[in-house]
């Protein structure tokens, strides 16, 4: 999330907070794509993380961005924190670790959303390459320490430090050592959220394997294909997972909203202050009875703040998050919004999925879940191997991107982008395995040479 919501909006009631979910519906000729991307800024030199002060850190090539752009800049006290693009929506933000991420513009096609990646990352390197900085798309960095990575310096980071560690063990290498990419979709109707939720739910972990891209920590192999997946599964019980209360009966904003209201809060903003309230109620705060602030109520932005501080699988907004891949080399990230939009945003493929997976219970999908980021395409569910899924849900991805007939100036349709995720299909092999070979074979037991054959 590039920057707060500001809207002092008082909240009456829970009808309040239903109301800002169905808020986001939209027409489906309305319907955006929103990609969002991290990478793991570098030292091309020594392979390091970036401080953010100095010649050469995060601050010198926010403001270099910032010179090209011409974007609004975000400020946190005396820190550059981040750049908005007020006309068009796009964003750019720092996640704890100075990850660097485009919270990209929603776009009607995919041709537009790769357009903005690669208008993106040729105006990073501009400003980065002088610098002698290098970006990196892995999901999880390959060789640093917790203790080498600078900390941002942004007031709702610190308060995630203090609390992690009391509620998971790998929270802070959730924060610090992991990248993703995701991809944000529209729905027309409370029933079109609720079924696209229960799909891109289920079938979060295809998706994962497809991208898993997190092999190494440290330098050394850590056991796992997306270890970035894994740490999710030990970070906070309370704020993620795979929702099995979604496929209940009665599912809907008001479920959601009641989910949210369990969900302990970390911090609420007033002014360009951070109040620390992490663990405490946001009930208590709707009703006007939080420590923190005696006799004050929640607001608009208290409640989109609180939203955004909840991890599941797949999160609802006024639109739906696709969180479950990891970062991979920048020709690919076009393919995980290809991959969701042909199989949500065409109906006769909605419903096949639902076919594919509404049998399922809630234990098989939560044994998926726990399957996939050590196992890959070999978790299975239901008799069927995640490679299975794979294959057919890539070629439903295909048919349903061929019939939206979205083509380029080039005459070309979507499906072009589902490319890298054919071709892994196709070899049975996800981007772990081949990092992993290259390991222990030409790359001669060092994760090293993944900052050159892997950097954007």
């Given at each position: 999330m590039a920057r707060d919501v500001i809207d002092m909006t008082p909240l009456q009631s829970r009808d309040d907070l239903v109301a800002w979910f169905a808020a986001g519906e939209k027409p489906k000729d309305k319907f955006r794509i929103g990609t969002e991307h991290e990478k793991f800024p570098f030292t091309i030199a020594r392979h390091e993380p970036l401080p953010y002060e100095g010649p050469r850190g995060i601050r010198a090539l926010l403001e270099g961005m910032q010179m090209i752009l011409g974007w609004e800049p975000i400020m946190e006290g005396e820190h550059i924190i981040g750049l908005v693009d007020v006309t068009q929506g796009g964003a750019i933000s720092?996640?704890?670790?100075?990850?660097?991420?485009?919270?990209?513009?929603?776009?009607?096609?995919?041709?537009?959303?790769?357009?903005?990646?690669?208008?993106?990352?040729?105006?990073?390197?501009?400003?980065?390459?002088?610098?002698?900085?290098?970006?990196?798309?892995?999901?999880?960095?390959?060789?640093?320490?917790?203790?080498?990575?600078?900390?941002?310096?942004?007031?709702?980071?610190?308060?995630?430090?203090?609390?992690?560690?009391?509620?998971?063990?790998?929270?802070?290498?959730?924060?610090?050592?992991?990248?993703?990419?995701?991809?944000?979709?529209?729905?027309?109707s409370e029933a079109d959220m609720v079924k696209k939720l229960r799909v891109s739910l289920a079938l979060q972990p295809v998706a994962t394997a497809l991208f898993a891209n997190s092999p190494f920590t440290e330098g050394k192999p850590n056991g796992f294909l997306s270890f970035r997946s894994e740490i999710w599964r030990d970070t906070d019980a309370d704020r993620s997972g795979m929702l099995p209360w979604a496929f209940e009966p009665g599912m809907g904003y008001e479920r959601w909203v009641d989910y949210a209201l369990d969900v302990p809060m970390y911090f609420v903003k007033r002014g360009d202050r951070y109040i620390d309230v992490a663990g405490q109620s946001f009930r208590d705060l709707l009703a006007g009875r939080l420590d923190a602030l005696p006799g004050e109520r929640a607001t608009l932005s208290d409640w989109a703040n609180h939203i955004s501080t909840i991890f599941p699988e797949v999160r609802l907004k006024r639109y739906l998050e696709m969180r479950g891949?990891?970062?991979?080399?920048?020709?690919?990230?076009?393919?995980?919004?290809?991959?969701?939009?042909?199989?949500?945003?065409?109906?006769?493929?909605?419903?096949?999925?639902?076919?594919?997976?509404?049998?399922?219970?809630?234990?098989?999908?939560?044994?998926?879940?726990?399957?996939?980021?050590?196992?890959?395409?070999?978790?299975?569910?239901?008799?069927?191997?995640?490679?299975?899924?794979?294959?057919?849900?890539?070629?439903?991805?295909?048919?349903?991107?061929?019939?939206?007939?979205?083509?380029?100036?080039?005459?070309?349709?979507?499906?072009?982008?589902?490319?890298?995720?054919?071709?892994?299909?196709?070899?049975?092999?996800?981007?772990?395995?081949?990092?992993?070979?290259?390991?222990?074979?030409?790359?001669?037991?060092?994760?090293?040479?993944?900052?050159?054959?892997?950097?954007?």
């Open positions: 720092l996640e704890p670790g100075g990850q660097f991420e485009l919270s990209g513009a929603p776009e009607p096609t995919i041709h537009q959303t790769c357009s903005e990646l690669q208008a993106h990352l040729a105006q990073l390197r501009e400003v980065a390459a002088p610098l002698g900085i290098g970006f990196l798309g892995l999901g999880m960095a390959p060789t640093w320490t917790r203790t080498e990575i600078a900390v941002m310096p942004k007031g709702r980071y610190r308060i995630m430090t203090s609390y992690m560690p009391k509620v998971g063990r790998l929270g802070l290498d959730m924060m610090y050592r992991t990248c993703t990419v995701q991809t944000n979709l529209d729905f027309a891949s990891d970062a991979v080399p920048w020709r690919s990230l076009p393919a995980l919004p290809a991959f969701w939009v042909g199989l949500l945003y065409d109906d006769a493929n909605l419903d096949a999925c639902w076919e594919i997976v509404k049998g399922w219970t809630a234990e098989e999908r939560q044994s998926l879940r726990d399957q996939v980021p050590r196992l890959g395409f070999e978790a299975t569910i239901a008799g069927r191997t995640i490679l299975e899924l794979a294959r057919e849900t890539v070629a439903l991805a295909r048919a349903g991107l061929a019939r939206r007939e979205k083509q380029d100036w080039m005459g070309r349709d979507e499906t072009r982008f589902l490319a890298p995720l054919e071709d892994i299909v196709e070899r049975g092999r996800t981007p772990a395995e081949e990092l992993l070979e290259k390991f222990h074979g030409a790359w001669g037991g060092s994760v090293d040479p993944v900052f050159n054959e892997y950097a954007y």
